[in-house]
């Protein structure tokens, strides 16, 4: 190989610069960074893949879909190959991943070819470093004959320096040798290209590589001499073209690779590395985990529940707007419409009480919670984590997803139940997601009632919800004996979070989060405010009453919360909650409904996609055996509780 | 967009709403192709778009796609 530096071909004054890269290699996050956001999103012409368009200093600025190689194998990589030769740009930033660089080079590499003015933009260079990489830039770009700038685009370092690199980008100097029967198909075919096309060396290697499309949008004329080349190339090979021609770019990443990238010690001694390998042992991954769930309880129980709660309930909505807002609405001479929005069952006195005063401030906490376990890499590791007991119940590999999934939102995981190979393990599955697994919000408001208990009752909830769904698990995969499968998935290193995407996560999850409850909030208050003003509240609390006061040993008004259950479980939760802070529900009370909560059927939305993924009957087997099942494990606890003697 | 929980990265414009989904109209969640896991799509929201606007204050403005030229091809 030899290193020469090929003149750039004739600039449009307009042209824009194109953004390149390997799939996952943070492209998007440098393209924001350089743009402020994405503006305008359009089709490709003649193709369904969508581009990205904007402006930096005044240049436009293509994002292109992420490319493993320019030789076409799919619509994104034939659309970025397009991009690149219909229309010179001013440069192309290739954005590489600083941890994966050998992927990279064998596209920088491609791109060399190409002729372009060129900038390697080395992104992910912390992680790198973190990981022990070094890489020696200079060398690099000494060995290459290109620009390189180093940058973290998600904290925007490096962009002012990539900037500055736009007038002085290059075409890359660095040319591959290939074998000299390649060479000579090269000069062969770029003799029967047209004259002035701009990058014909590396037009010539993909139509020798196999591109028949090239082939006829450039040498059509010359198809059957091109073929000819092609195939007395091809004889003095076994494997195909593109294949020897592959290899013989790897060959010259390897080459680079050796002169300027080092793995250093700082792997075996770098925190977050270690952090991230102990947080998935067996065992120590176990106390770390307990670490988590203990933070997560005192944030989002502790704080949230507890002071942002009392705050929000005690002060803003009893001092502050209910004593002001009362005496207008009492002017309204219309009783049904005063006792509508403040009455017990009152739109502002319940719904919006509920909405922003209870479950607000905990879900606030929650996502902040939420968001600092996505961005500290640690979620992953979770999951990682609860793969172990959902194999122990001997459930198939691939169902933790859906349950992990469930941990957001049941009805989005109900979908997911789709990777599931057989109809049985999908509906286990989503059995056990309507069963068990609390969903974000209900997750959040349950943290909340537990800060009203002690370690021992929470223990006994716990374990009883644990239990529950071992034995439903275990019966579960006695009825689905299927094949195991493993649960893979890639673990991002362990990082600290920022504090500004922190905030921009949880604001713009609150904000959705108010859009589509309070609406239902709205709707579930005005059920039971009809239901209260017909007298069917009283009736349905009388009819519930062998159920709910004998049973489960509560009392009658929480037959109200049950109910809005129905629309979600964390407003039936919220509502248990709110009884438990008047001192209408002892601790003992508070754990069985704790329990009934946990377990009880699915909200509607769940039901819906229920119905949707596996029909009406399978929905109504669910929430048949739900419902029964969830107030059966709450009685079962009631009288096994009140056999051995046991309150909190 | 890079997936919290698997790390895939995506481009969110890409996606659309899940047929399935009775909630798909306007829907501000985006599912992850790789691994399912949602998250809330900020750009649909307009507090945190307001609020990302003023953290990113210093980044320059953007352009029309229309004004830039992508030629047909085939």
């Known amino acids: ?384 984590m609860l793969d172990r007991p959902f194999k122990a119940m001997g459930l198939n590999g691939k169902a933790v997803l859906p349950m992990v999934l469930g941990l957001g939102c049941d009805t989005m995981a109900t979908l997911t139940t789709r990777i599931l190979e057989t109809r049985k393990e999908r509906i286990m599955v989503t059995l056990l997601l309507a069963l068990g697994v609390p969903c974000s919000a209900q997750l959040g408001v349950l943290l909340g009632m537990m800060s009203m208990l002690s370690p021992l009752a929470i223990t006994v909830w716990g374990a009883v919800v644990i239990i529950t769904m071992f034995v439903v698990g275990y019966l579960a995969a006695q009825l689905i004996p299927g094949k195991r499968s493993d649960f893979i998935l890639e673990l991002p290193p362990i990082r600290i979070p920022q504090l500004s995407n922190i905030v921009i996560k949880t604001v713009a999850r609150l904000e959705w989060y108010l859009k589509e409850v309070l609406p239902l909030f709205l709707l579930g208050t005005l059920i039971l405010f009809a239901l209260d003003k017909t007298g069917a509240l009283a009736w349905l609390e009388h009819l519930a009453s062998p159920l709910v006061v004998s049973g489960l040993g509560l009392p009658a008004q929480t037959t109200g919360a049950f109910i809005i259950g129905f629309l979600r479980r964390d407003y039936g939760a919220a509502g248990l909650f709110h009884l438990a802070r008047d001192g209408v529900l002892n601790a003992t009370q508070l754990v069985i409904s704790l329990v009934v909560v946990t377990l009880f059927v699915p909200c509607i939305a769940n039901v819906m996609v229920i119905v949707k993924e596996h029909g009406w009957k399978t929905a109504v087997w669910v929430v048949g055996f739900i419902f029964p099942f969830a107030f059966g494990v709450g009685v079962l606890l009631n009288y096994a509780l009140r056999l051995f003697g046991v309150t909190f | 967009m890079i997936c919290p929980l698997c790390g895939y990265e995506y481009d969110e414009k890409n996606l659309s709403c899940h047929s399935s989904c009775p909630m798909a109209n306007g829907c501000a969640i985006l599912c992850c192709p790789n691994c399912g896991y949602q998250i809330v799509d900020e750009s649909k929201s307009s507090v945190a778009s307001w609020l990302r606007k003023l953290l990113n204050k210093n980044d320059p403005k953007v352009v029309n796609i229309q004004d830039i030229e992508v030629r047909k091809n085939q």
Not at chain 1, 376 to 382: A, V
Request: net charge negative; with cysteine; glycine share 8%.
């Open chain 1, 1 to 384: 190989m030899s290193s020469c530096h090929a003149s750039a071909p004739t600039l449009d004054p307009d042209a824009p610069i194109i953004l390149i890269g390997n799939p996952n290699v943070g492209k998007s996050a440098v393209f924001g960074a350089l743009t402020g956001r994405y503006v305008e999103v359009s089709n490709f012409p003649g193709t369904t893949v969508e581009i990205s368009a904007g402006a930096v200093d005044g240049i436009p600025l293509i994002d292109t879909p992420g490319v493993n190689s320019l030789q076409p194998r799919s619509d994104d990589e034939r659309v970025t190959r397009n991009i690149l030769l219909d229309r010179p740009p001013r440069a192309v930033i290739q954005v590489a991943d600083a941890r994966n660089l050998r992927r990279s080079l064998l596209l920088t590499l491609q791109l060399a070819e190409f002729g372009v003015p060129f900038i390697l933009d080395l992104n992910m260079s912390d992680e790198a470093q973190a990981r022990g990489i070094a890489i020696d830039v200079k060398r690099l770009s000494q060995a290459l004959g290109a620009e390189i700038v180093q940058t973290v685009a998600t904290r925007h370092e490096g962009m002012d320096d990539l900037r500055a690199r736009f007038e002085s980008s290059r075409p890359i100097g660095y040319r591959i040798h290939y074998d000299g029967a390649i060479e000579t198909a090269i000069e062969k075919i770029s003799a029967l290209l047209p004259h002035d096309l701009n990058g014909s060396r590396a037009i010539a290697l993909m139509i020798l590589g196999g591109d028949d499309h090239l082939l006829q949008r450039y040498a059509a004329a010359h198809a059957d001499s091109v073929r000819d080349v092609i195939a007395d190339t091809q004889a003095g090979y076994d494997q195909p073209l593109s294949y020897v021609i592959t290899q013989q770019r790897f060959t010259c990443v390897d080459c680079l690779l050796n002169q300027v990238v080092t793995a250093n010690g700082i792997r075996n001694t770098h925190y977050a590395e270690n952090f991230g390998r102990l947080s998935v042992h067996p065992l120590w991954g176990i106390p770390i985990l307990l670490l988590v769930l203990v933070g997560l309880y005192l944030f989002v129980g502790k704080f949230g529940a507890g002071v942002l709660v009392d705050f929000m309930e005690s002060t803003v909505f009893d001092e502050w707007l209910i004593p002001f807002i009362s005496p207008l609405i009492n002017l309204i001479p219309i009783p049904f419409i005063v006792d509508l929005l403040i009455g017990n069952y009152g739109l502002i006195t319940m719904a919006l009480s509920y909405g922003i005063a209870i479950v607000m401030p905990i879900v606030l906490t929650f996502f902040i919670a939420f968001g600092i376990l996505e961005d500290s890499g640690y979620l992953p590791r979770l999951a990682v």
